[in-house]
């Protein structure tokens, strides 16, 4: 097994913590870094000022490596004539059920941009990880002069060769399995996603640069197969979701994954 | 990694040949026995009379174990007038394409009965298994007497849990990938199924006898991976399709699985 991508980013163990917005904190971040694996701050909810601010007590807290993630996704097109179909069809069903008038919209999730790319290049994480694609190029130049590595998830073969050409220096292999937000970008049709093992030996046959396994690894068992199947390191965010570090509530912490999934020691 | 399995069988190498009614051949159950791995005769679609001349062949070309294959599905209810609103709704694109008058209706495909059950007892094969859950326990009890080790797939932890309690020897763990008819018999819903990484782990958590991962595996990688998560031998059928022993037409042979899953040597 290749220990070129833990040398490169300077980590013990073939561990990536994902970036779980919302889930992961600070903590965890902390945490996995120290225990030798690459602790992952999700930045897709986070302003600006917030990611400092993190990523300072992340610094007071660890000097070993870790990850800030971003989200590249494309925004959708406004369309209020359909939101207003949309809201009249949910209207009746929010009578029906005695819930009450309509929550003010969710402010759109912004894609990583300028202001995101500033702040990167001010903090310059040892690693930057991207979901959904990647940032446009002039953007992504911009992360890799700072000095981050930098990672982005495929689903399919032709999205981590897409990843590759663009410049990544590894590859997020994210099966089926994955509990987190599906990374596709190029791909269109869910129901042709694969699952974790076929798809980590595919890409890893396709690209040149160290891929990272994601999706149903759980525990040991599920990380030696990742590294069987080729792959550099394997990313886990739902056996995270456990531990006393993580920011879900007490009632999915004990309800939520089975006791068939729980990592054990 | 136990060889428990292996030698309850008596196989040298990890690996079971998928048995693929229609794709598999008397050639291919014969190759893959002698060159140490399992081979398997997929009789779903054979007559008594087939099944005994088609082992009579494997005896005569080899002397080392070999598997026979069943379904257990429960055939449907007959409903001649949902079966007649089909074929009206299907005249029109008949026509539309000019694909002439409606075949035959095939004849229904006849779970694993008594007087499969009775060339069983005959031939006594080392290993039989099933597929869609077990025959009724009278007929399993006669498989199990005639010496035969009993394996069936599941596609959940709670089909292996009931395929296990109904004394099962082995357990195959069929993941999302799995390129054959999936073998759910307990579960309804297809979009609950998972995938092989996922799968085999809970499903060697759950039950004390050896399981065997299906789905997915290609290569030695796999087959690494599958031992890796806890199985005892991996499963593998799209990638024999390929093989010189294959009885798929040369057409599909070429054209059919990418070159990015073609086992390498």
Redesign the interface.
Known sequence: VSRELLDRIGIEHPIVQAPMAGAATVELVVAVSEAGGLGSLACALLEPEEIRAQVEEIRSRTSRPFNLNFFCHELPVSDPARAARWRERLAAYRGELGVGSESPAMPLLEPFDGSTCAVVEELAPPVVSFHFGLPADGLLSRVKSAGCLVLSSATT?AEARWLEQKGCDAIVAQ???AGGHRGMFLAADPTGQ?????LV??VV??VGVPVVAA?????A??I???L???ASAAQMGTAYLLCPESGISPLSGHSSPSR??TPRG
Do not use: K, Y
């Open positions: 073969v099966g089926l399995e694969v699952g974790t093992l076929a030996p595919q046959d396709a999706g149903g690894i759980t525990d068992r599920g030696v197969a990742a069987a199947l080729g068939a999934t």
